[in-house]
Nanobody, 127 residues
Framework: QVQLVESGGGSVQAGGSLTLSCTTSGYTYNTYWGWFRQAPGKEREGVATIDTSDGVTYYTDSVKGRFTISQDNAKKTLYLRMNSLKPEDTAMYYC?????????????????????WGQGTQVTVSS
């Protein structure tokens, strides 16, 4: 069973920055790996994901130009650099990974594509 461990969440003021980290016990290649978030009363949504086979990245429109996803294979870690944070970015952030052995479902930002999930790290942005 793949384990994903997130870290780096916290409380910041609007306009500030945070970097989230996710370490995997599983795969660093031939898999989709990404960040999702869920605010209270809302559905979980894809924020940023990466196709580790070719490095292509995907972002939801609301974070384009502000967030950057990257990976360090040597450390088996995925990062999410978040700049210019807004109060609407407040949510629990989850790391997720698709199994290389499972069929691809939906788009790279779809929750349904992902097989393994971390416990989440809270990000709170105050105005």
């Amino acid at each position: 069973q793949v384990q994903l461990v997130e870290s780096g969440g916290g409380s910041v003021q609007a306009g500030g920055s945070l970097t989230l980290s996710c370490t995997t016990s599983g795969y660093t290649y031939n898999t989709y790996w990404g960040w999702f978030r869920q605010a209270p009363g809302k559905e979980r949504e894809g924020v940023a994901t990466i196709d580790t086979s070719d490095g292509v990245t995907y972002y939801t429109d609301s974070v384009k130009g502000r967030f950057t996803i990257s990976q360090d294979n040597a450390k088996k870690t995925l990062y999410l650099r978040m700049n210019s944070l807004k109060p609407e970015d407040t949510a629990m952030y989850y790391c997720a990974q698709q199994s290389p052995y499972s069929a691809l479902v939906g788009s790279p930002l779809d929750v349904a594509r992902y097989d393994y999930w971390g416990q989440g790290t809270q990000v709170t942005v105050s105005s």
